[in-house]
Each structure stands twice: as C-alpha cells, then as structure tokens.
C-alpha cells in the first residue's frame, strides 16, 4: 500500500484518458449542436436518469435551497466567500495604465472583463459548494457582467446555496459533455459564452478541449494530486493526513511523498497503515495508494528539482525552512507552505482557488485566478514629435517586408501637403 516509487513511471502514469472517450463526446456534442434543449433533456435521461420539465433554476428553487441548508453551513459558505473574494481582489489589474516611453509616444495597456463565461461545477449525486465559489467568484471580481453555471441533475441545495452566495446570474441544471456543448455553442435556452472554466470527468475535460474553437477553457484537468516535500523535521502524523485528503478525493487520485531520508518515508508510511483504517472513505482511499509512493532524495535541492519535474497540482512544503525553499518551485498548482497549511484550507477558507491544473500542466497553465476572465488591449499614443522619433524606422522595415502602403500611411503625415493639414485642422 505504501512503497518507494520510480518518479519517471509516477509521472507516465499521469497521462489522460481523453482519447477513450473522444468519440462519444463527439456523438454529444452534435447532439446538442442540431438538437439544442431538446437534447439537453434526452441526455439528462440518458445519463442522469432524470426527467427535466426546465432546465433553468429559478428564483423560488434558489430561496427554498436555502431551507434545507443547515443554517451553519450557510454562514460558513459566506465566511468562505468573503475570503475567497478578498483575495482575488488583490490580483486585480489597473484597467488602464499608460507611460511615455520617450517623448511623444505614449504606451499602455488596456484591460477589460469577459463578456459571458460558463463555470461546470460537477454533482448530481454529490455536492461540490466550494467548487461553486471557486469557479465564479473571480469572475465576479473581474467584472464579468453575465456569469451562467451548469451542474448535473439534480442540484443540491448546497451547491445552490454556494452560487447564490457567489452572485451568480444564471444556473442550468445540465451536466457532462453536453453542459459544455451547450455553453459553448448555445441552445435555445443557454446562450453561448466567451469561455468555459471549471473540474469535471474525462468527458467534461474532452468536451472542453474539444469545443475551445467556440469558447476558451481555463486549463485540462483531471484527477486530484498532491507532491509533498518534507525532511527530518517533519510530523509524519501531518504529511500521512495530507495524503489521505487527497487520496479521499477520487481513486484515480496521486499522492507522492518526497522525502530527504528513507526513515521519514517509512514513519509516513506507518502512520497512513493506521489513519486509512478509521478513514470513512478507505476503499476510494486504498485505490488511491496504488497510485501513490515515495521517493527518497538525496537533499532538499534534489527534493526540489523532483518537484519541480512533477509539477504537481498541490505541492506541501513540511521542512525547517520552507520559505527559503520557495523561490525554487518553477512549477506548481498551488503551494502550501510549513507544516501548519494543510491543502485543505487552499480548499475551503483560506481564500486561495482550487480549481488547479493536474498531471503536470502546471508546467504551462496557472491556477484560476480574476486573470483568467480578463482580456488585455496595448495602446499607442503618438503625437506628431513620437511619430518623426520612428518614423524612419516603420518606413524602412515596412518598404524592407515589400509592404509599400504601411510606409505611405506614415510618409504621408511626415511628409504630407500643408493643405491636407490644414485641412484636417492638424498643426
């Protein structure tokens, strides 16, 4: 159940499973391309086993979730919210900053929200609440105007509860590949959105990966996963509770320990024999560990190289110093750093997202963040001085590339007649 590992053959077996599936999603997505609600209602059957009469949650479903929440629970959800909003207002960019670069020429940026995006917040027979705040409260943040949420069949009041909380404009009860066919191209009842965030299945993430010619996503994910890197001074009690949180989420699940001594390995491993046996979702956590281990690095600069190979969803640092190890990690979902950050906090309350890359695309993707719903334009301003600074420099690359028309567009206001000035009014 708990065995030393070969990193290389850890990280292979992290490869997806999107090519099984792809042509069902395909069959899916054309299904709701020509059949449109229609469609909708046939998969919810189909897949859901359940028959819609609307696909829409309205008002009166949201007000009489919040009576079958435990009052607790709700406070807890606003708690969260508050945290999680706080943070992602510190990440917000300026929506206009601009510099002169030298006289006369005056560069920028320009930022602006998202028109419409589509959070997938799974469920159905589970319910993800936290999920819900993660996916659209950066959203919200940034400023994204229509903000519409699809969850499978039926939605649990704790997910309700969690979007309402997150001011989301609309929810759609409508799960799988087909929730994402239908926010990326659009039914009669869900219009199509500018990008799609949010966890699901292998068909959820192909459906995604497919359908980006339509509408952007956040990022592929997959199962959940989590590296650690602990040393001597470590508690084996708190690294082996780490593993089985995540071992919980999923049995495809991965957990590695990265240790600096065979004997923290072997404590870590006892501790999990003992924890996994009072654990209340021990079989999903059992089949977890056939996909988890350890590696025993020869010190914490090998331990962070390893990491950084991995590239890991979550990645715990439990050694003497972790914040001097910090400035090392090129390449992680989200860090948590010292003995006393459980991952569970970035999962809940802390105010941290989530909603994280996996099997090591934290190489090339980060987590989502207010960023993911912005766009950015540059901005130029010359005045006539900026524009004689470079003028040489556009007209003799732009006549170099055999475009004679971009240098005239600037040959002519160099060099242009008085009386086209004075006609446009121009110094």
């Known amino acids: 159940m708990w065995s030393a590992v070969d990193i290389e053959s850890w990280i292979s077996r992290r490869t997806s499973r999107l090519d099984e599936v792809h042509g069902t999603v395909q069959e899916i997505i054309e299904k709701v391309r020509m059949g449109g609600d229609g ?30 929440v435990d009052t607790r629970i709700t406070e807890c959800l606003v708690e969260a919210e508050v945290r999680i909003s706080r943070f992602h207002e510190l990440q917000m960019p300026r929506e206009l900053w601009l510099s002169e670069v030298e006289p006369g020429i005056t560069l920028g940026v320009k930022t602006t929200p998202l028109s419409r995006v589509g959070a997938y917040v799974p469920g159905g027979r589970a319910a993800y609440p936290s999920t819900a705040l993660m996916c659209t409260i950066p959203a919200r943040i940034a400023g994204v105007p229509e903000i519409c949420c699809c969850s499978p069949p039926p939605i649990q009041p704790l997910t ?87 071992a919980e989420h999923d049995p495809h699940a991965a957990c590695i320990l990265i240790a600096t001594s065979s004997a923290l390995a072997d404590r870590v491993g006892t501790e999990i024999k003992k924890q996994v046996e009072h654990a209340k979702r021990k079989e999903i956590i059992i089949q977890a560990l056939k996909n988890s281990g350890y590696i025993v690095a020869g010190d914490l600069s090998e331990a962070v190289e390893i990491s950084n190979a991995v590239a890991p969803e979550h990645l715990s640092l439990q050694v003497v110093d972790p914040l001097s190890v910090l400035g090392s990690i ?75 028309a971009h240098a005239q567009s600037v040959s002519l206001r160099l060099k242009g007649s008085k009386s086209i000035q004075r006609k446009n009014g121009l110094p």
Do not use: W
């Open 39 to 68: 469609a909708l209602f046939e998969l919810s059957e189909k897949f859901d086993k359940v028959h819609l009469d609307s696909i829409t949650v309205d008002e009166d479903a949201r007000e009489a979730a919040y009576e079958q």
């Open 160 to 246: 309700l509860v969690a979007l309402d909380i997150a001011g989301v404009n609309e929810i759609y009860q409508c799960g799988g590949a087909q929730a994402i066919a239908a926010m990326a191209l659009g039914t009669e009842t869900i219009e199509p959105v500018d990008k799609i965030v949010g966890p699901g299945n292998v068909y959820v993430t192909s459906a995604k990966m497919m359908l980006r010619e339509y509408a952007e996503i956040d990022f592929p994910a997959g199962p959940s996963e989590i590296a650690i890197i602990a040393d001597e001074s470590a508690v084996p009690e708190y690294v082996a509770a780490d593993i089985l949180a995540q």
């Open 330 to 404: 090129h390449n992680a979902g989200s860090i948590f750093v010292g003995q006393y950050t459980p991952v569970a906090c970035g999962d809940y309350a802390s105010g941290t997202n989530h909603v994280l890359p996996t099997a090591g695309f934290a190489r090339q993707y980060s987590g989502l963040d207010v960023h993911h719903f912005c766009k950015t334009s540059s901005v130029q301003y010359l005045t006539k001085e900026g524009l004689e600074s470079i003028g040489d420099i556009v007209e003799t690359l732009a006549t170099a590339e055999g475009l004679p």
